[in-house]
């Protein structure tokens, strides 16, 4: 039976006063630094799921990403082989190691200015959302962790409990999390031109192009680019060169003027 493509926190607080109104985040370079799959891979690699030397190639690639942005053939080949090393597993396991992939790689991580906005957007009353490729089991954590409203996340093929090697629907990646969000918006009564969305690739221009406040964090090349056409805001939480404080009140007004 397919699991739903996005999961909600249990714990997360229920937002109000901003009805129609979300905020939708990627992850990888834009909420954390690097990306958050090859973690998951580096943990698989801890518990002797694989070898030294396919580790030093997702090391490898983690690298590349963080220095150059996103690569989509090094996000599909980690993809690929987290799926391969991860059938048969037990899906109990994975959701434990979700939470130490968690608790020992991910919260170091957070970039402060991306969390300041997550956290004004709920208190304003506003539901947000994580929207990854990376697999619903972390991204949930993610977002329970940060008490985030929920997340949209890949989903893998569970068969007896165990992992199959296969995915539910399509890997959630460029056009594919404009279609999640569009079918979350629906479900939850969101309108997108109220709504916000922020990402660090330009293989998300499809979703940042669908909401009315689209914002651009820790650009790659193409996606500034973009932005300065589009007159979206761009911030570089990398160089320090904004301050968190000041994010969302700025977001909101050149999302405003842009709309």
């Known amino acids: 039976m397919p699991r739903s493509t996005f999961v909600r926190a249990d714990d997360s607080p229920a937002a109000a006063g901003n009805p ?3 905020a ?9 630094r690097g990306a958050s799959l090859f973690h998951v891979a580096r ?8 070898t030294l030397r396919e580790a ?3 090391a490898a690639k983690q690298l590349r990403f963080m220095l150059q942005g996103e690569n989509l053939k090094d996000v599909h080949s980690v993809r690929d082989a987290a799926l391969a090393f ?21 919260v170091s991580k957070i970039w ?15 539901p947000v959302w994580l929207v990854t490729g990376t697999p619903i089991e972390v991204a949930s954590v993610i977002a329970s962790r940060l008490s985030l409203t929920g997340a949209l996340g890949t989903v893998s093929e569970v068969s007896d409990g165990l992992y199959t090697g296969r995915l539910v629907g399509e890997f959630l990646h460029g056009p594919a999390k404009a279609d999640g969000v569009r079918v979350l918006a629906q479900q939850e009564g969101l309108d997108l031109d109220r709504c ?12 940042l192009s669908m909401v009315g406040h689209p914002v651009a964090i820790n650009p790659d090349a193409r996606l ?7 007159n979206w805001p761009v911030y570089d939480f990398r160089s320090g060169r904004r301050a968190a404080t000041l994010g969302l009140k700025t977001a909101s007004l050149a999302g405003a003027a842009y709309g």
């Open 20 to 22: 129609g109104e979300a």
């Open 24 to 32: 939708f985040f990627d992850v990888d370079n834009t909420l954390m």
């Open 43 to 50: 943990k698989m690699y801890q518990k002797r799921v694989f």
């Open 56 to 58: 030093a190639g997702f």
């Open 86 to 106: 991860a059938t048969g597993l037990a899906a109990e396991d994975v959701r434990i190691l979700g939470e130490e992939v968690y608790d020992e790689m991910i």
């Open 112 to 126: 402060p200015g991306t969390r300041a906005l997550t956290e004004q957007h709920m208190r304003a009353g506003r």
């Open 196 to 207: 916000w969305a922020y990402s660090d690739s330009y293989n998300d221009v499809p979703l």
């Open 224 to 230: 500034r680019r973009h932005a300065r056409e589009k």
